[in-house]
């Protein structure tokens, strides 16, 4: 285990964080997975909503912070995919205004910043990447990378169910979990 902490900690120095697993492409025209791969009925605003809602909210989830973010740098793209759609930026930074300031970028290189050999988001934010959107009307799956500084990153997949009337609700997380 002390080996396994040691490489996860030594690679993130190296390199930054790694990327989400990809996923579907997604449709510039919609802002959503196309719809060859797309899980059908699945709102990808809500469902990206709740995935950050989760991940901010959650100490155990993004390491740092319970809605502590000022300021949260949101690639614009899922994970293999084309952008998300102005709509779905916009819908997404509204609901989260309370939050925290949703900002979205192309890149997380617009916003990393290198000081001492480690790179690093701004004082005060966090720099989140989104996979694309896998499963189907129930249940979909969501890989979220946080990234904070060169010791400071976290990556792990949601679990986002439809509760119908209640909407999109992450119920908890599959698969591998790393911590930098």
């Known amino acids: 285990m002390a080996v396994l902490v040691g490489l996860l900690v030594l690679g993130g120095c190296a390199r930054g964080p790694a990327a989400p697993a990809a996923g579907p492409a997604v449709s510039a025209a919609e802002g959503r997975p196309s719809a060859a791969r797309e899980p059908a009925g ?4 809500e469902v990206y909503t709740a995935v950050l809602r989760q991940y901010l ?3 155990s989830d993004n390491s740092f912070s319970v809605n502590g973010f000022a300021t949260t740098y949101v690639v614009a793209r899922a994970i293999g995919g084309e ?3 102005d709509d779905t930026r916009r819908r997404i930074a509204a609901a989260l205004a309370a939050v925290t300031d949703v900002r979205f970028v192309a890149t997380r290189d617009e916003v990393i910043q290198v000081r001492d050999g480690c790179p690093q988001a701004p004082a005060g934010s966090i720099v989140i990447t989104l996979g694309a959107i896998a499963g189907d009307d129930r249940e979909v799956q969501v890989p979220v990378n946080g990234f904070v500084a060169c010791l400071g990153a976290t990556w792990l997949t949601y679990v986002v169910h439809n509760g119908d009337d209640a909407g999109w609700t992450v119920t908890g997380t599959t698969g591998e979990r790393s911590i930098a």
């Open 57 to 59: 909210g959650s100490r």
């Open 42 to 45: 699945v709102e990808e605003t």
């Open 83 to 85: 952008p998300l759609a």
